[in-house]
């Protein structure tokens, strides 16, 4: 039953920080200093594999532009789906590539409560920034207006995400926003994004170690899951709407905030 609640709690935080640009990897692994969801090996994969959770709320929530209701729709709908599908494809190259050469030292940052600090750190500096470098009377609205080539690049940032703290979302909403997208446009190719980047680690994580899985750890898994799902959903909603009138900056702040509570927690408590 223990397993059980901290699966939820660690949905919860999966659910609140994936699509939020503040280091979703970041607070699991935070979390799981304190939680111990169990033995490192499924600790690592459960904290993969919930993402399965998010991914699906992307696609529900947006599925009047993912899915091919193509069969049902005009042709201007159908080449707009097609249009995000192919930009999506193009824009994960990228990490697919590079994470596959660096999969290992990735794992091995995953250790690392100081890296997972400075990228925190990192990244908020940056988010406050880049709100004020890239102010636009025009900015890109639709994925029409975003060219491959900007495509690519967000999808190169994106690697930076690989290091613990650095934050998926933060790197493509950055990433997004310097190369001229409005912010619902960036939040959302950070979105789909997500869903092969995702969708490439869990798997490889499930086939990786599923089958020495208990059957209280895939409790625990279908739980985290579930709740992960949910909360992404609520998460995505709210954070559409918000930066209909809002910038990103509080996210900033909140980074740089939690990455110097992280190092007080290294350089005072575990000492």
């Known amino acids: 039953m223990e397993l059980f609640w901290k699966a939820a709690l660690q949905g919860i935080v999966q659910g609140v920080t994936e699509f939020l640009p503040i280091s979703s990897t970041g607070h699991l692994i935070l979390m799981d200093q304190f939680l111990h969801l169990g033995e490192g090996g499924f600790s690592k994969m459960f904290n993969v594999v919930i993402q399965f959770g998010s991914i699906l709320a992307v696609i529900l929530y947006f599925h009047k532009k993912l899915i091919p209701a193509a069969l049902f729709s005009d042709e201007k709908v159908r080449h707009d789906t097609l249009d995000i599908w192919l930009k999506t494809a193009v824009g994960v190259v990228p990490i697919l590539v590079i994470g596959f050469i660096v999969k290992k030292q990735v794992e091995d940052m995953q250790e690392c409560p100081l890296i ?14 880049v709100e004020d470098w890239c102010k636009r009377e ?134």
Do not use: H
């Open 138 to 271: 025009k900015p890109l609205e639709t994925f029409r207006d975003l060219s491959y080539g900007r495509a690519v690049l967000i999808g190169l940032i994106q690697c930076l995400a690989m290091i613990p703290g650095t934050s998926r979302s933060a790197s493509t909403i950055i990433g997004g926003l310097a190369l001229g997208a409005s912010r619902p446009l960036a939040a959302e190719f950070s979105f789909f994004l997500a869903i092969p980047t995702m969708a490439a680690a869990s798997a490889y994580s499930l086939l990786k170690n599923g089958n020495s899985m208990t059957n209280s750890q895939w409790i625990a898994l279908a739980t985290g899951f579930t709740v992960s799902f949910l909360v992404s959903w609520a998460v995505i909603a709210w954070l559409m709407n918000f930066i209909k009138s809002r910038d990103f900056k509080p996210f900033g702040w909140y980074r740089i905030a939690l990455g110097i509570l992280v190092l007080a927690y290294v350089f005072l408590l575990k000492r």
């Open 116 to 129: 997972v600090a400075g990228a925190l750190l990192a990244g908020g500096l940056l988010l406050l920034k």
